[in-house]
């Protein structure tokens, strides 16, 4: 599988963002009806996001030099 292939794209960097947004998007809604929980949501949110982003960044290095 390349790095460039749609599935990799879906698979690895689309799900997993759209997760990430969806708590962080939980955590300002719960901060502005002013719930608690709200700011630990949005660190996860954005903490999930980073973990993407690095894993996007490693296996597209990681399969590019295998190919």
């Known amino acids: 599988m390349s790095s460039s292939d749609p599935q990799f794209l879906y ?35 954005l903490v999930f996001i980073a973990v993407v982003v690095f894993a996007y960044l490693f296996f597209s290095n990681y399969l590019g030099q295998q190919v």
């Open 11 to 45: 698979m690895i960097l689309v799900l997993p963002s759209l997760f990430g947004l969806t708590l962080v998007g939980d955590g300002l809604n719960k901060m502005i009806h002013e719930e608690s929980g709200g700011i630990i949501s949005i660190v996860f949110g």
